[in-house]
């Protein structure tokens, strides 16, 4: 069955970077669409960062667009975040998701499978 699991959240100061891990079993990341989702209380999930494409292609949300890198290794069966010159406003719980059909947008209720979240804090 498909399974992803996060990791790498953490608490970081305004400007720093993380790396997130997604970490696939049951599949092959290059097959799905696979991407990155966050969400803060009281406000829906939002996609930051995806595959639209098998060939590679992606995709990411105007918020961060130059700062936020999504990559895969596909040996590894892992996809990453990179995400450089954090802000406040990025602190939210990071998910992966993945899903079977590739889109040009990213929907959170599209996607079929999930991996528990990894809390992000950006301290100012």
């Known amino acids: 069955d498909v399974q992803l699991q996060a990791s790498g959240g953490g608490l970081v100061q305004t400007g720093g970077s993380l790396r997130l891990s997604c970490l696939g079993s049951g599949f092959s990341v290059d097959d799905y669409a696979i991407g990155w989702l966050r969400q803060v209380p009281g406000k829906a999930r939002e996609g930051v960062a995806w595959?639209?494409?098998?060939?590679?292609?992606?995709e990411y949300a105007d918020f961060v667009r130059g700062r936020f890198t999504i990559s895969r290794d596909n040996f590894k069966n892992t996809v990453f975040l990179q995400m450089n010159s954090l802000k406040p406003e990025d602190t939210a719980v990071y998910y992966c998701a993945a899903d079977a059909q590739f889109r040009m947008t990213m929907k959170s209720d599209a996607m079929a499978y999930w991996g528990k979240g990894t809390q992000v804090t950006v301290s100012s």
């Open positions: 595959y639209t494409r098998r060939d590679g292609s992606t």
